[in-house]
């Protein structure tokens, strides 16, 4: 096994005190076109070896969407409206979405409009995208499947990676119409879950022929600041039918259990009991600035594999503040096992690349 598969493979059977896998959630583009402009780095610099990052030693699957739903084929990308510094784009999700003129990552797009506004905009442009009989995508899913294969001899932890629901009626409706929705009509809500399902199981069922899954990741982004977006009884109605036929199936077509992760921003304190219900055995990245302390998580749900929980804001601040900060977390969930250390979301444009390399060279003492 490589380094990085050895620490997973610590991580996921929640050894304590074992050496932490070395990751991080996301560096900014900003924050490293910051860090060439003041000569740190260079476009060729190693970032795995200069920050002591681990091979990664997991494999996630690519061919059921992430933040929107795999499309086969996707929506054609094409400037809709030139307003100046600005321009109107219908993005690859069908969405109209406001950019800087020349600009498309980095940044938080405004989206202007989403595709589905009633049950006849989803059938019309939305259900065929996602028939699973699709050449390009039997093309990638096969793909895939030799990836993994490939990875598993170096004893790789393979994930099957899917949209969550919530997340993919998000990209359909919109934050705003998604809401809307669960109320003013049920029936687009189930009608769109259910592809979702057929899709994610029989993709599923086509990589299960020839691997395992050692974890099924949904990427839900559910919470905001305050907690959840939608009530628990709502996400008992809506997601989590779909979710339990998926995973029941999953469980069906193969010997080896695996974990769930939900991935989802905010404050995720009582998603935490909820998610719990379909079986959830993993969570991240717990956003401190909307009150997640994985040390107190972790008090309550020891058994609960976590990653992420380091603020951001304090990257920004001083060395001493980060200090303060490590020797606060990481001596206490080293104990337990079943974590991964990481920043709580992207590494913003503000961190200084000294303090970075500090927090670096100190999660290396772990």
């Not at 610099?45 to 084929?73: H, M």
């Not at 057929?198 to 982004?221: G, P, R, Y």
């Not at 010997?255 to 379909?278: P, R």
């Not at 990257?315 to 606060?328: F, G, N, V």
Request: glycine letters at 6%; hydrophobic letters at 35%.
């Amino acid at each position: 096994m490589s380094n990085g598969s050895d620490k997973m493979h610590d991580f996921y059977n929640r050894v304590p005190n074992a050496a932490f896998h070395q990751q991080e959630f996301w560096l900014m583009e900003d924050t490293l076109a910051r860090w060439e402009k003041e000569g740190y780095i260079s476009k060729n610099t190693d970032l795995n070896q200069l920050f002591g990052f681990d091979d990664p030693g997991k494999y996630s699957t690519d061919v059921l969407g992430w933040c929107e739903a795999a499309f086969y084929p996707k929506f054609e990308e094409k400037i809709l409206e030139d307003r100046g510094e600005y321009e109107l784009v219908q993005d690859f999700a069908g969405r109209s979405v406001l950019y800087f003129k020349g600009r498309r990552n980095g940044f938080m797009p405004e989206y202007i409009d989403h595709p589905v506004k009633n049950i006849d905009d989803f059938n019309k442009k939305i259900a065929f995208r996602m028939d699973f009989n699709t050449p390009k995508r039997i093309e990638d899913i096969k793909k895939s499947i030799d990836k993994a294969k490939e990875l598993k001899k170096k004893d790789y932890i393979i994930c099957n990676n899917i949209i969550g629901g919530y997340m993919y009626l998000r990209s359909l409706l919109g934050p705003e119409g998604a809401l809307y929705t669960f109320y003013d009509d049920p029936e687009l809500i189930h009608a769109a879950m259910q592809k979702w399902f057929e899709l994610a199981d029989k993709t599923s069922e086509m990589m299960q022929k020839e691997i395992e899954f050692d974890e099924v990741f949904l990427a839900e982004d559910i919470c905001y600041n305050g907690g959840l977006l939608i009530s628990p009884d709502m996400i008992r109605e809506f997601l989590f039918p779909y979710y339990r036929k998926l995973l029941d199936n999953i469980r069906i077509r193969q010997s080896k259990k695996f974990e769930i992760q939900i991935d989802t921003d905010g404050n995720c304190l009582q998603a935490i009991d909820v998610y719990l219900e379909i079986g959830m055995t993993y969570m991240s990245p717990f956003e401190v600035a909307s009150g997640c302390d994985v040390v107190e998580i972790r008090k309550k749900y020891p058994d609960l594999l976590m990653r992420g929980g380091f603020d951001k804001r304090i990257l920004a601040t001083s060395i001493e503040k980060i200090d303060k900060e490590i020797d606060r977390i990481m001596p206490f969930m080293k104990k337990y096992g079943g974590y991964i250390p990481s920043v709580d979301h992207g590494t913003p444009a503000e961190v200084p690349f000294e303090n970075y390399l500090h927090y670096r060279k100190r999660m290396m003492e772990f």
